[in-house]
């Protein structure tokens, strides 16, 4: 959507590969979320960000996946150590402008552990 | 632990007749009810929500749902289908009046509109 980019659109990547997606939305949104699309899991709800609060990470599948934003803006989600169960399309989403329960979703990336 | 069933993978339906889309919720709490739906090669697009309210809500495209607290259902309708509407539709909750705005999302039913 217009109000939030992603990149890149696609990657492909070997296995034991680190990976770094990026989501970057229009200014003034204080929150941001990533979820992940795959096959197997459906639409799942990834971390978090609320302003300078602790992120909430509870949706984060293990401690190879990590993410930051930094000065508000830009976030990076890093993959380390890619398997094959990491391969979905990820997807960032900042609350819809004036109404925090409604999220407005970026393109996406599309990882394909190979 | 919350979470949000759609319990048909897929729903074929005419063009021109009406389409049920069925979703079903188990969270504590008031929970907020949202459709999206994900055209082939596009991103997820907001449907419509329910707050608080009226229990029939509308929104894009001609798509309407019902909450129903007592069977714990928002079913996303249409009165009469198009081609056009074949996507993939997603229901998600949120606990957003705990402070918490994340979605569950169902696992997504696809919607198959014939001519």
């Known amino acids: 959507g217009a109000g939030v980019s992603q990149s890149p659109s696609n990657k492909v990547t070997e296995k034991g590969k680190d990976v770094e997606l990026r989501c970057d939305p229009i200014s003034g949104h204080t929150a941001l979320y990533w979820y992940r699309q795959s096959l197997g899991q459906g639409l799942e709800f990834l971390i978090y960000?609320?302003?300078?609060?602790?992120?909430?990470k509870s949706g984060l599948p293990s401690d190879r996946f990590s993410a930051e934003r930094t000065g508000g803006s830009v976030s990076t989600l890093t993959i380390q150590r890619t398997q094959q169960e990491d391969s979905a399309v990820y997807l960032c989403?900042?609350?819809?402008?004036?109404?925090?329960?409604?999220?407005?979703f970026g393109p996406g990336t599309r990882l394909t552990v190979l | 632990a919350q979470s949000v069933a759609q319990p048909e993978d897929q729903v074929n339906v005419a063009e021109g007749n009406p389409l049920t889309v069925k979703c079903t919720y188990s969270?504590?709490?008031?929970?907020?009810l949202f459709w999206y739906v994900q055209y082939p090669n596009r991103g997820l697009q907001f449907l419509l929500k329910y707050i608080t309210g009226d229990n029939l809500v509308k929104g894009s495209y001609g798509f309407e749902a019902e909450f129903n607290k007592s069977q714990t259902s928002f079913h996303l309708k249409k009165p009469s289908a198009l081609v056009s509407d074949s996507a993939l539709y997603f229901c998600a909750v949120s606990l957003g009046n705990s402070g918490t705005y994340k979605y569950i999302f169902g696992t997504g039913t696809r919607l198959k509109v014939l001519a």
């Open positions: 969270v504590s709490g008031n929970p907020y």
């Open positions: 960000f609320q302003g300078n609060s602790a992120p909430d």
């Open positions: 989403a900042i609350p819809r402008t004036g109404d925090y329960n409604e999220q407005f």
